[in-house]
């Protein structure tokens, strides 16, 4: 996403280039994680790094869908057009940054809009180096030449390793010019990924702005539902909000699950109708300039929820306190989840879900049953975000790695029960999730969205003065 920032001064004039896009950011935070990045591959012997942007996708005949750059990419350049590659070069001697993209095309900019080019994106974006697209195969022989490793996204698409062994073949071929050719490869997600992890003050600044307008979708959502509405009018109402304060897209396919729908984890928004005495359970968040929002809620249509609802409702929100109280500097990632688990155990026994002892269904896993998923995953560029849950020891064992400031995760704990003989009937086809984003704070953790509450006597009052606005 590029808008117009009036302190941004670009080295053409206005006469030369109409509405000129200019980085939504300042392009410091990309700079800084380029240099950052090479620093590792000069501790890694030094080497040439190649990453690519996502292709544009075709969704029927001529038309395709909406671009969405690679998140690597974007996470290294702030460059958000399509058909460009980043190239880096980093010895002891030697640090580079050069970007490979369209060319300028007033034709194309008729029908697709602006391309900044390779002159305007090297100064918009700072890089050293700027180079039309269809001259990569030409450079990157010349670029690969005489260094010891290449970096890149191993085995990571066809099309790129297709790529790679072509520059790697033309680079083999300069031999009798004296050049020699990367003799390693050291697989280049593994280093963004422990990058991306640790989220700097702008990655954060933009989550906390994706939280606040994903709640704000959710509330909406509470105060217009009613008996006799759809999922998909729902969703409507989520888009509206997301759109109507400058969120780009959703950051993930809306869950809008009413009734029994609920119970299926993955649930798309659909045409079920929202009937009287269900509960609605809606996973939504918007993406907002690149970053993403992932905020569960489950409320009853009418407003008001039942006793059993109730009951499984605030065992839910106890998980979610112990899980939030376990999310802290120094604690393993388990832990958050274990402690969630413990909760809703308890929870299943003192309902009649379960029969036995609290340790004997945690450690048979019995509890799985009604609680199949984990209690969060990594948030930022991509929902579901790049990080190694586990890490290595000083014995080379593989553990649950220490949560650190400014990782930033999900806490969502869930309970789903389905239709079935031994289990009580007045919770059949009852779905409840509820989910919050947490950055890892030097203290402990602060939950980003709760700008859209979690208690039920609250949920309640905003639902009954929603209805009460719309005259129900």
């Known amino acids: 996403m590029v808008r117009f920032l009036p302190s941004f001064k670009p080295f053409i004039t206005p006469s030369q280039f109409i509405n000129m896009p200019i980085p939504a950011q300042d392009i410091t935070p990309f700079r800084e994680r380029r240099e950052r990045l090479m620093q590792q591959m000069r501790e890694l012997g030094g080497g040439v790094a190649i990453l690519p942007t996502a292709p544009e996708v075709m969704r029927n005949r001529d038309a395709d869908f909406p671009y969405r750059h690679d998140s690597n990419f974007y996470y290294l350049t702030g460059f ?18 050069i970007l490979f993209c369209r060319d300028k095309d007033q034709t194309r900019e008729i029908w697709d809009g602006y391309r900044f080019g390779p002159e305007a994106a090297a100064e918009a974006f700072g890089f ?35 790529h790679l062994r072509r520059w790697l073949d033309a680079t083999r071929m300069r031999v009798r010019a004296g050049d020699s ?58 888009l509206h909000e997301f759109r109507w304060h400058g969120a780009q897209a959703v950051a993930y396919n809306s869950i809008v699950a009413a009734g029994a729908n609920a119970c299926v984890l993955h649930y798309r928004a659909g045409d079920t109708e929202l009937r009287d005495g269900d509960l609605l359970l809606i996973d939504a968040g918007c993406e907002y300039d690149s970053y993403a929002g992932d905020i569960t809620r489950t409320f009853p249509i009418n407003g008001r929820y039942t006793g059993p609802q109730r009951a499984l409702y605030d065992l839910t929100v106890a998980a979610q306190e112990a ?34 002892s609290l340790d004997s269904v945690i450690e048979s896993g019995e509890y799985s049953r009604f609680y199949m998923h984990r209690t969060g995953h990594w948030l930022g560029l991509d929902v579901h975000d790049v990080g190694d849950y586990r890490s290595r020891d000083d014995n080379g064992e593989r553990r649950w790695r220490a949560l650190e400031p400014g990782m930033v995760l999900t806490i969502e704990p869930g309970i789903y029960v389905r239709p079935a003989d031994d289990v009580p009937a007045e919770f059949w086809n009852i779905g409840i999730r509820t989910e919050d984003d947490a950055v890892v704070t030097a203290n402990g953790c602060e939950l980003i969205t709760r700008d859209v509450p979690v208690a039920a006597d609250e949920i309640e009052a905003i639902m009954r003065d929603g209805q009460l606005k719309r005259g129900a």
């Open 80 to 97: 958000p057009e399509p058909e460009a590659w980043l190239v880096l070069i980093a010895d002891q001697n030697n640090a580079r940054s």
């Open 181 to 238: 050719a990367p003799e390693r490869s050291v697989d280049l997600l593994g280093l963004l990924a422990e990058m991306r992890l640790i989220k700097d003050d702008s990655e954060l600044a933009l989550l906390r702005r994706a939280g606040e307008i994903s709640a704000a979708g959710h509330l909406r959502a509470m105060r217009c539902a009613k008996p006799g509405l759809r999922e998909y009018h729902l969703e409507a109402e989520l």
């Open 323 to 356: 899980a939030i109280a376990a999310t802290r500097p120094g604690a393993s990632w388990n832990e958050p989840h274990e402690a969630a688990v413990r909760v809703l155990a308890q929870g299943m026994l003192d309902e009649k879900l379960l029969t036995g």
């Open 128 to 162: 050293d180096e700027a180079w039309p697209v269809a001259e990569l195969d030409a450079k990157l022989p010349q670029l690969m030449a005489n260094q010891a490793t290449l970096f890149a996204p191993l085995a990571h698409s066809a099309n790129l390793d297709r």
